[in-house]
């Protein structure tokens, strides 16, 4: 998947983060998609315990269904979160707070 080295490299900040300096404390699954939708990878982006992993969880705060190539260009800054949702290529749903906190962070990594 081409996400999986933005995957790692957000696994990476997670492990050097200092858990007390948290402002995201919330667990969120992205489901990434193909070109035409079709799921490749689920993965569960665990900020309370600051974990990274494949797979799905009924805890979720929020869901994040997303193009691999859509997330991969969030990741390098060629695109932001925001912009991915406007033009309705992401379907998220969940807790409103825990989402609006976690694209907080997006917005700080985006292209100016």
Do not use: C, H, W
């Not at 696994?11 to 007390?20: F, M, Q």
């Not at 667990?27 to 490749?40: E, R, S, V, Y």
């Not at 917005?107 to 100016?112: A, D, M």
């Amino acid at each position: 998947m081409k996400s999986d080295e933005i995957i790692e490299k957000i696994r990476n900040r997670l492990k050097d983060a200092d858990p007390d300096k948290r402002t995201v404390m919330s667990t969120f699954q992205f489901n990434f998609t193909d070109a035409d939708g079709k799921l490749i990878k689920s993965m569960v982006f665990d900020f309370k315990a600051l974990d990274i992993y494949e797979g799905q969880t009924a805890n979720a705060d929020g869901r994040i269904t997303i193009a691999d190539e859509d997330f991969y260009l969030i990741g390098t800054k060629q695109t932001s979160f925001d912009q991915v949702v406007a033009e309705q290529k992401a379907q998220i749903d969940g807790d409103s707070d825990a989402i609006n906190s976690m694209m907080a962070k997006f917005r700080l990594n985006s292209p100016n």
